[in-house]
């Protein structure tokens, strides 16, 4: 069987954050989640996650989610390191498994690496194979030093190199591949004796090489899958990287994008082709955008469904479904749990909340529709306020097909306007209102004549 670990209890000092370092965002998503996914989609049949350091808040994120986690002992007189953290795990493999050690710090593996790296350890029989890359500036990671034979020999920490140690630019990218029963052995072998005072799992590809076993190398082809993010800069050159990897997935994919490098796309959200998206969009998490549409300036899309040919202005909308054929903006709102219709109209400054606001319908300026089901082809005036809150709770208005609500009307909920139900601008509505009937809620306007004069306001 094939079995991955992926080592998430480490502190992240580095990062100077109260949160475990594997729960950093890159595009809204934890990077051990990127991780996770790689080896879901890979030829991995089961994963154990290795959590400690912030071990609660990590199981909280995934919830219900089917991971199985392993605890590694934190704490004064526990022992630390990459090789206690993958000791906690012995009983998750056989010795005849093949066992893929991940780190939840190097979010950008790839799935199809990942497979690559396996086969080659498989097809070589090696015991351990290594996934290095070579890069030109290696500070930081270990180093693969390898015989005049070009035979791996082991991994000096950065922490633990010498000079001419340092200079080697061949890295280890903390991705490795053992034979379940050769990991154990060399695992019992690991000592605290290096400048960190850690067990480092590095250390098992030096005591494997020593009985003779041959290691394997299997050396990256896109360096910039394996960055490891130890601190804040790390974290922002992933995310560059996630953004660029995305963006282009969808520029082949027939997005256009008129400057790729300011539209942020996260990973989970899925877009139809022919769409054009300018400077400044952010589409964020589980939303869906169809065909056709176009996202100017800088729009926020959250967890919503969007249809095809939908235009959208400088606007924000969350957890909504906005219908084909609609145009939004500039400067909408649509709060969550709305549902906007086909072919609408939603103007400048028009919020919109937890309403159903049916095809056709309108609101072309300055509205606010709270709680309320608006019919079809229905149109909203200027400053049209949906009164939804008495103070105390919440209520819903309903407005039929066809219905118009002249503007600065006042709609007190709850109230219900029927199908062609028509309200005088500047109304304030408390009472429901018939099919066909005008309702007018103001005082009739008195015309005083030579009033001003009078007064002796006249110059
Ligand atoms: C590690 C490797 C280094 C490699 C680099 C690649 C070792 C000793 N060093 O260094 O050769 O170039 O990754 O990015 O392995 N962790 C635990 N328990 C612990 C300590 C760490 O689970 O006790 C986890 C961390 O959460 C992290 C991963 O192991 O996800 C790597 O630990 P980190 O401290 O970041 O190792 P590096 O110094 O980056
Ligand atoms: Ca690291």
Redesign the pocket.
């Known amino acids: 069987m094939r079995v991955s670990v992926?080592?998430?209890?480490?502190?992240?000092s580095?990062m100077k954050s109260n949160k475990?370092?594997?729960l950093h965002e890159i595009l809204g998503m934890p990077m051990?989640d990127y991780v996770i996914e790689a080896t879901k989609n890979s030829n991995v049949e089961k994963t154990d996650v290795?959590?400690?350091?912030g071990e609660d808040k990590i199981r909280e994120y995934f919830g219900d989610r089917d991971i199985t986690f392993k605890s590694?002992p934190?704490g004064e007189g526990c022992?630390?390191?990459?090789?206690?953290?993958v000791m906690q795990t012995l009983d998750s493999f056989h010795d005849n498994d093949t066992v893929l050690i991940l780190?939840?710090?190097?979010p950008l593996i790839r799935s199809d690496t990942i497979d690559e790296l396996i086969k080659f350890h498989e097809v070589n029989n090696f015991s351990a194979t290594i996934l290095t890359a070579v890069l030109d500036c290696p500070y930081?990671?270990?180093?693969i030093i390898r015989d005049d034979k070009a035979r791996i020999k082991k991994?000096v920490?950065?922490k633990d190199a010498c000079q001419k140690e340092k200079l080697v630019r061949e890295?280890?990218?903390?991705?490795f591949v053992f034979k379940g029963k050769d990991l154990k052995e060399s695992l019992k072998t690991l000592n605290t004796d290096n400048t960190?005072g850690?067990?480092?799992?590095?250390?098992a590809i030096e005591s494997l090489s020593r009985e003779g076993k041959e290691i394997g190398g299997f050396k990256l082809k896109d360096n910039r899958e394996?960055?490891?993010?130890?601190s804040r800069d790390n974290l922002a050159l992933c995310t560059q990287i996630m953004r660029e990897r995305i963006n282009n997935d969808y520029l082949i994919n027939g997005v256009t994008m008129i400057d790729s490098k300011s539209v942020i796309i996260e990973p989970r959200v899925k877009i139809g082709r022919d769409t054009v998206i300018y400077p400044g969009a952010v589409i964020q998490g589980t939303s869906v955008i169809g065909e056709g549409c176009t996202l100017y300036g800088t729009t926020r899309i959250v967890d919503s469904i969007i249809g095809d040919n939908v235009s959208i202005d400088n606007s924000l909308i969350e957890n909504s479904q906005v219908g084909s054929g609609s145009k939004l903006g500039p400067y909408a709102h649509i709060r969550p749990n709305s549902k906007i219709g086909k072919n609408t109209k939603i103007g400048n400054f028009v919020e919109i909340k937890n309403s159903n606001f049916g095809d056709g319908s309108k609101a072309a300026h300055l509205a606010y529709v709270g709680d309320a089901d608006i019919g079809k082809n229905v149109n909203i005036g200027c400053g049209v306020v949906f009164v939804n809150y008495d103070g105390k709770s919440k209520h819903r208005s309903t407005v039929g097909d066809h219905a118009f609500v002249g503007s600065n009307a006042n709609i007190v909920a709850p109230v219900k306007i029927e199908d062609y139900g028509y309200i005088a601008a500047g109304s304030t509505i408390t009472k429901d209102v018939g099919e066909g009937q005008l309702s007018l809620e103001r005082a009739k306007q008195v015309n005083i004549d030579g009033w001003v004069e009078r007064k002796g306001l006249k110059k």
């Open positions: 992926i080592l998430a209890a480490g502190e992240g580095r475990p370092k594997v051990i290795v959590v400690g350091h590694q934190i022992p630390y390191g990459t090789g206690f953290a780190n939840g710090d190097t930081g990671y270990g180093r991994i920490e950065e890295i280890n990218s903390g991705i960190q850690e067990l480092y799992l590095t250390d394996i960055v490891g993010v130890n």
